[in-house]
């Protein structure tokens, strides 16, 4: 524990100097001129929203689609000639399986489940050279305090009466059944290939002092470092925390290492072509705001109750990605100076709460790339987060999106950053080796024999083995293809080259998987739009069908006049905010909100199994 003032004094102010010096934070007037210019784009996409979830394999999911049982949960209906996707059902794999148990279906009562083994090493063994016949001895966890358990549950599946949201969305848009994760491995390494596709790059850091470690005379940190060179640089396997974010390492309180990206990212890219993007996450709004004073720390506590009646804390800073660099951190947890500002240069550095998405999108300010990411009661992980809540989410923001005058132009990406260990028939070929010999969690080598006998690493990068696991992968939007099940073989990566491609940003370089990543192209018709909109009830049924009303895409003069007005501070005390804006750091909670919020934290109880990142287990 870091117990010095001292230290935490030195560290807050490195890393300040260092952020400085990067340009992190730069002021912008509160005035700033309000929606974001249309930059030239090569489809008619003007708006992307990548909604990025947690831990689901494709089979875990959709391992009957279109047929649901019908004996619990909502009522699903499949419309007549709905394509055929490479599931269980149809491979005949739910009766007859080479894994230890057979798949069973889960029903809507046994949501809160056991999460299960997705660490790097584990899910290659669990895969077996493509056999997929390995998960119950390599990932499953069958039992757990308080949650729904049972000898083979890494097997099992829902189906549209519980996921019912999913498969009504892929019902009248494009799912794909061939998109992997680019990688092998846990929630980290998921969140960098989307926003990079590179997990190499990463240097351990002494959260005390905020020196970078070692410099050639000292050991990483092996959790957060992997296979590094004689500079200390190597690869991201595990979940370390990022080193740039107040709230990692609990709130700083923890003396576990964290982790600093080299290299540039899509943000990076973005920001060179003055494109606006952000990445918007639940909980990142402080529980307690920084107050300016170099010894101190944001901090990020404020909790949700999930289905199941536990709290879990909402934000989680290892699936914050754009954390792990300094040029697109925004450390300190500060907010944008107005609505307006959200999407540009300011000193929230893109990185803002979820709540900032809902009031960019009110006022017409919806930047031209955002990702969503849920708070972890509703991100859909399984042991604090749950396939009902994840809905819930998912439907609540699509529903504003497809209600506003930004929908004709935006496309909604609904993915995942691993597949938590669920078992899954289909596996991809190893088009990117590593020949990682050391000892992993399961005692065996870290790579696996067909991870060892692939192609030679990228960039003579070592553990970056993929492309790894199955995943869900969704396109909602007037512009994707209808009741359409695309094989294109994608990645998370995928996602980052359609941003590139669609923005003129370039490649990321530096053997990125932006190079080798699948098309997300044939989930789209950008000739014959549909002109759809279709809006779900909270359970994942569906409230309405009908045309996309006509709304001009601009803002009103009253939405436009909002946007322009400043935030509220995030902290009542005046005295501090002063002291904030005069360092360039954090404006306060609106008063409403900073007492729901004390209300919130005061009657929440902190879930027993939520977990943060220890060095024994991924999340």
Known sequence: MIGSTTARTVGALLGAAALAAAGAVPATAAGAPHGHPAPRTATPIKHMVVIYDENISFDHYFATYPHAAGTDGTRFTA???????????????????????????????????????????????????????????????????????????????????????????????????????????????????????????????????????????????????????????????????????????????????????????????????????????????????????????????????????????????????????????????????????????????????????????????LPAVSFLKAGEYQDGHAGYSDPLDEQHFLVKEINALQQSPEWRSTAVVIAYDDSDGWYDHVTSTVLNGSKDTTAGSNGKALDSPACQSGPGAAGGYADRCGPGTRQPLLVVSPYSKVNTIDHTATEQTSITKFIEDNWHTGRIGDASFDQRAGSLTGMFDFRHPHDKQVLLNADGSVKSVGRIPHRPETASAASAASAEVPYAPYVADLKAQEAADTGSTSPALPATLAAGLATAVAASTVFALRRRRSHTGTR
């Open 79 to 365: 419309a007549e000639h709905t394509p055929k996707a490479d599931n269980l059902l149809n491979a005949g794999l739910l009766k007859k399986n080479p894994n230890l148990y057979t798949p069973r279906r889960l029903s809507a009562a046994q949501a809160m489940t056991c999460d299960q083994n997705h660490s790097y090493g584990p899910e290659q063994y669990a895969a077996d050279g493509g056999k997929a016949d390995k998960y119950v001895e390599n990932t499953e966890v069958d039992k757990c305090s308080g949650l729904f358990g049972e000898p083979g549950l890494v097997m099992d599946y829902y189906d549209g009466n519980t996921v019912t949201a999913l498969w009504n969305y892929a019902q009248h848009y494009s799912l794909n059944d061939r998109s992997f994760s680019s990688v092998y491995g846990p929630s980290t390494p998921g969140a960098l290939n989307l926003v990079s596709g590179q997990t190499h790059g990463v240097v351990s850091m002494d959260p005390a002092t905020g020196t970078e470690n070692p410099q050639r005379t000292k050991t990483p940190d092996p959790y957060a470092v992997v296979s590094p060179d004689a500079e200390g640089v190597g690869t991201v396997v595990n979940d370390p925390d990022p080193a740039y974010d107040d709230c990692a390492d609990k709130d700083h309180t923890s003396t576990s290492a964290l982790a600093a990206l080299q290299g540039r990212n899509i943000g990076d890219l973005l920001n060179a072509k003055g494109v606006s993007w952000g990445w918007f996450q639940g909980g990142f709004r402080p529980s307690t705001a920084w107050d300016g004073k170099p010894s101190d720390y944001a901090r990020c506590d404020t909790t949700h109750t999930n289905v199941g009646g536990a709290a879990a804390i909402d934000y989680s800073p290892h699936h914050n990605p754009f954390a792990y660099y300094r040029s697109t951190a925004n450390p300190h947890h500060l907010a944008p100076r107005s609505v307006a500002e959200i999407g540009n240069d300011g000193r929230a550095n893109h990185n803002y709460d979820l709540s900032d998405f809902d009031a960019a999108l009110k006022a017409g300010n």
